[in-house]
């Protein structure tokens, strides 16, 4: 039936590409953004005026927002994070949220309406340049990612470091790295919600013909590393605590590397050539190196409390691990911030500011103790495993809304007639 239109890169679409995107603490995919639809043509014949007007006005508000503050969202600067980065991405969120109840009505009790208006959205990490299809469940899908998009780069402006009053080197407040950890999950919701409750909505051929923006393995491979993400930020939060444990932080540094090691398996077979695409691919497995130079760490250290010979030669090793990791996730670093669009990173600080100078320190302390030096091939195969741990943290458990009440009183209309 001819259900989807992919256009490729060649024809040059409306597609946005910034050559750099500033700082980074979270990376924020390239916002797919919407294309104007007609809806009185498509559903003129079908629904009252109003509800078409209605979900004309509501769309419409979110084509010409998200095409004209997409530059402004995705290049995140300190100093327009604070005066008016924030706002701009809450009053898109509030657009899409009034938008979904309504948009709701066209897949209510299976109605064929869902099948009737085409709609378009201009892509990022796919080689096609735009995608259209003939399903209200595809726009359900693109609405949620763009949602869950808006949330992580929200966190990425909570995560920016400010210049502190006191003239004190930049820092991120413990009440923005705290309310991080709510959006973090907030974002998770939405990507679950669409794994779970909207791709099986789409027939096999449509999820197919899906752009790799919106492919199941990215957005899996976006909530788990939201999660990671937020889990980060809880063990700088228990490293800056007195009543953290090291066995508390152990297990956080844990979850951390489950977290993204998850990730990178959603991700790692998908076609993501071009550049957001292999930037979001860099940053996943960066992030993991990263997550386990702290997991090994606080093993190590973990393992030195023991009194034994052997628990000592592998707290050596773990530590030695540590270092290597840390070593191999600075250089990992550098080539996420070199793939385009370049970024940057913001000043050290939470937990890789604390390790990038406890793990140097404590690992040749613990090397001039133990003279048996291994080359890195030889830890890598001496270092012990790491524990299993559970992973605790979910995503908030988002529910797509309620149909809207305005197709409660079209049902009657239609039914008078």
């Known amino acids: 039936m001819g259900c989807f239109v992919s256009t490729p890169q060649e024809t040059g679409g409306n597609r946005r590409r910034p050559g750099n995107i500033g700082e980074v603490s979270v990376f924020v995919p390239g916002l797919r953004i919407p294309k104007p639809v007609d809806f009185s043509l498509a559903l003129g014949d079908h629904l009252s005026k109003t509800l078409v007007e209605r979900l004309s006005a509501l769309r419409t508000r979110i084509v010409v927002m998200a095409g004209q503050e997409a530059p402004t969202i995705t290049r995140t600067r300190r100093k327009t994070a604070t005066q008016h980065g924030g706002s701009t991405l809450a009053d898109l969120l509030q657009a899409l949220e009034d938008y979904l109840p309504v948009l709701l009505g066209l897949v209510k009790d299976g109605s064929t309406l869902q099948h009737k208006v085409q709609f378009i959205w201009v892509n990022q990490e796919d080689d096609a340049e735009e995608t259209a299809m003939f399903s209200a469940w595809y726009e359900v899908l693109s609405v949620l990612h763009l949602m869950a998009t808006l949330s992580l780069s929200q966190a990425n402006l909570l995560l920016l470091p400010r210049t502190?009053?006191?003239?004190?080197?930049?820092?991120?407040?413990?009440?923005?790295?705290?309310?991080?950890?709510?959006?973090?999950?907030?974002?998770?919701?939405?990507?679950?919600?669409?794994?779970?409750?909207?791709?099986?909505?789409?027939?096999?051929?449509?999820?197919?013909?899906?752009?790799?923006?919106?492919?199941?393995?990215?957005?899996?491979?976006?909530?788990?590393?939201?999660?990671?993400?937020?889990?980060?930020?809880?063990?700088?939060?228990?490293?800056?605590?007195?009543?953290?444990?090291?066995?508390v932080k152990r297990r956080l540094a844990c979850e951390m590397v489950k977290y993204w090691q998850q990730a990178q398996d959603n991700i790692m077979n998908l076609p993501l050539s071009?550049?957001?695409?292999?930037?979001?691919?860099?940053?996943?497995?960066?992030?993991?190196?990263?997550?386990?130079?702290?997991?090994?760490?606080?093993?190590?250290?973990?393992?030195?409390?023991?009194n034994t010979e052997k628990s000592h030669g592998m707290a050596v090793a773990a530590l030695q691990a540590a270092?290597?990791?840390?070593?191999?996730?600075?250089?990992?670093?550098?080539?996420?911030?070199?793939?385009?669009?370049?970024?940057r990173n913001p000043p050290l600080w939470g937990t890789m500011k604390y390790l990038a100078e406890k793990i140097p320190k404590d690992t040749s302390s613990k090397v001039r103790i133990n003279r048996d030096l291994y080359s890195y091939e030889k830890i890598m195969e001496t270092a012990p495993t790491l524990p299993d741990f559970a992973l605790a943290l979910k995503p908030d458990e988002y529910q797509l809304p309620h149909v809207d009440a305005s197709w409660d009183d079209e049902a009657c209309r239609q039914g008078t007639v």
């Not at 907030?186 to 669409?194: E, I, P, S, T």
């Not at 492919?215 to 899996?220: D, I, Q, S």
């Not at 270092?323 to 370049?342: G, I, Q």
Request: hydrophobic letters at 40%; a neutral charge.
């Open 323 to 343: 270092d290597e990791y840390l070593k191999e996730s600075k250089k990992a670093c550098e080539a996420f911030n070199a793939a385009v669009p370049l970024s």
């Open 274 to 306: 071009n550049g957001w695409g292999e930037k979001h691919r860099l940053f996943v497995k960066w992030k993991y190196i990263e997550a386990k130079a702290s997991a090994y760490y606080y093993h190590g250290l973990i393992l030195d409390e023991g």
């Open 164 to 247: 502190s009053l006191d003239g004190y080197s930049p820092k991120v407040s413990e009440e923005s790295r705290r309310s991080s950890v709510d959006v973090f999950l907030k974002a998770a919701g939405y990507l679950d919600c669409a794994v779970r409750n909207v791709l099986p909505q789409l027939p096999a051929e449509q999820r197919r013909n899906l752009p790799v923006d919106l492919a199941e393995g990215v957005l899996r491979a976006l909530c788990l590393q939201a999660l990671g993400q937020a889990v980060d930020i809880q063990l700088g939060l228990a490293i800056d605590s007195t009543k953290a444990t090291l066995a």
